[in-house]
């Protein structure tokens, strides 16, 4: 592709072919205004077309190279591939008579899957020390037994870590204990980021020089670790809640997994009678991670207990999920004295302030627009998905891999997408062994976020602008 010397060099030729005694030097009308005016124009065209061109290999090239070749190209843009993420979750560790002496469980203790002949076992350790003693335990009244729960995460990275409620049953040998079990579904793993999904931040980029432009929102803001979509609402949008007219953007980001960019804050808060709700400083928080107060109750110190004591809400506003959010503490059960500092401990998403403290700045904030760079909220999916199963393989196994197709497949889904049965029902057929059938409809199919509990219609579910889809109570039920 021609260069700017080129194009002039090429236009001075073809003049003095015409008019040999046309004088073409540098200074002259005819070289300023007639030659080297349309030559700069015709090289930002070639380079507008280069980029094109770019965009079009990166995109539908992807599958045809190498890993390696892929990421050698994004890291000439500064984009690296996202690294796959870990699943995590909750086991109980289960006595079924009270505890007479203290059991105590070490940190990186293995639990696992049991293994089929289809489908190798899960492993995952504990993330602290666990103690059953004789006084600290839960007492399970329907199924009869005492139990702790215990923080796990997968030793591997993946989608495979994401695994089935009840399917946790696998530990090695613990003195007093008689069975473990994860009540819950394990979530947060995904598989390292595909050629396809890198090569269209690619494209992105490439796309998004003009920072006062949707790409180019959408490309600053990519380059913040652990973000990996961006989506850019303006004006004239429906997803546009904080004003319809112009001057205002909303900027929402989704990070690579729900733990991930977290960051560990304190402040101390003076009580005062009277007043229950308290805006934290950091914004904004995770309300679903446990947080730690302490503080002076009836004049001794004291540590207040999660929920029974007080609660973490999330803000609900125009404003959520950005760090002019109003996301609070509130106190509802035993109080600190009044006029006491208590002391609170939680995490905030701190990908967000940076975000926005790179868009606020000088080089790339727009003087007419008020940018304003959000969480993406996560919706959870509720379901009950009865399966039909073929002969030959157990119900735990044809159970553990619906699940892990399930999850595998609404994680992977982009902001403000829809959700249909028929979508998760193709996902079971083409990625989880042993189905034979999946009844229809589902017994429960729903989506749950901020503002409540929404049922589908006619078998569809559907993420707002700002919201993406999370695994959230999974039933499976095999026959």
Avoid at 111 to 130: A, E, H, K, P
Avoid at 278 to 285: G, H, K, M, N, R
Avoid at 422 to 445: E, K, Q, R
Wanted: charge should be negative; include cysteine.
């Amino acid at each position: 592709m021609a260069t700017f010397s080129q194009i002039v060099t090429s236009m001075i030729n073809y003049i003095l072919g015409k008019k040999p005694d046309v004088d073409t030097s540098v200074g002259t009308v005819l070289r300023d205004v007639t030659i080297e005016c349309p030559a700069n124009e015709i090289t930002n065209l070639y380079t507008e077309i280069d980029t094109t061109r770019e965009m079009i290999a990166f995109y539908d090239n992807a599958s045809l190279l190498t890993t390696d070749q892929l990421d050698s190209i994004a890291n000439n843009y500064g984009l690296t591939r996202s690294s796959a993420t870990t699943a995590t979750g909750q086991v109980r560790f289960i006595k079924y008579t009270i505890p007479t002496s203290d059991i105590v469980i070490p940190q990186g203790t293995i639990v696992s899957t049991s293994s089929t002949t289809n489908q190798t076992s899960v492993n995952f350790y504990t993330l602290s020390q666990i103690t059953m003693s004789v006084t600290s335990y839960i007492y399970d009244s329907v199924r009869a037994y005492y139990y702790v729960n215990g923080d796990i995460q997968c030793t591997a990275a993946g989608s495979s870590g994401n695994v089935a409620a009840d399917t946790i049953t696998t530990f090695s040998s613990l003195a007093g204990i008689d069975l473990v079990s994860n009540i819950l579904p394990t979530t947060g793993g995904s598989d390292s980021e595909s050629n396809a999904n890198l090569a269209g931040r690619i494209r992105t980029k490439l796309m998004g020089n003009n920072y006062g432009t949707k790409n180019g929102y959408i490309s600053l803001v990519s380059t913040i670790s652990p973000i990996v979509e961006v989506m850019a609402v303006g004006p004239n949008d429906p997803g546009m809640l904080r004003s319809e007219y112009g001057g205002k953007v909303d900027v929402f980001v989704r990070p690579s997994s729900y733990s991930a960019g977290l960051v560990s804050e304190s402040e101390n808060i003076v009580f005062v009678s009277g007043t229950n709700t308290y805006v934290l400083t950091y914004q904004p928080i995770r309300v679903s991670s446990s947080a730690t107060v302490t503080g002076t109750y009836l004049g001794s110190a004291h540590t207040f207990v999660e929920t029974s004591d007080f609660v973490l809400s999330a803000d609900t506003g125009q404003e959520s999920g950005s760090n002019r959010a109003a996301d609070s503490i509130s106190w509802v059960g035993n109080k600190p004295d009044d006029g006491t500092v208590f002391t609170i401990t939680y995490n905030s998403v701190g990908y967000i302030a940076t975000a926005q403290d790179l868009i606020d700045g000088d080089t790339y904030h727009i003087l007419t627009a008020d940018a304003l760079v959000r969480e993406a909220e996560r919706a959870l999916v509720d379901a009950t998905i009865s399966i039909v199963k073929l002969t030959g393989y157990t119900l735990t196994s044809v159970s553990s891999s619906v699940t892990s197709a399930f999850t595998s497949y609404i994680t992977a889904l982009p902001l403000g997408s829809s959700l249909d049965e028929s979508d998760i029902v193709n996902a079971i057929y083409n990625n989880a062994i042993g189905v034979d059938s999946v009844i229809l409809p589902f017994t429960l199919f729903q989506k749950r976020d901020l503002q409540g509990t929404h049922v589908d219609v006619d078998g569809r579910i559907e993420a707002s602008k700002g919201q993406y889809f999370g695994v959230g109570t999974l039933t499976i039920s095999v026959r």
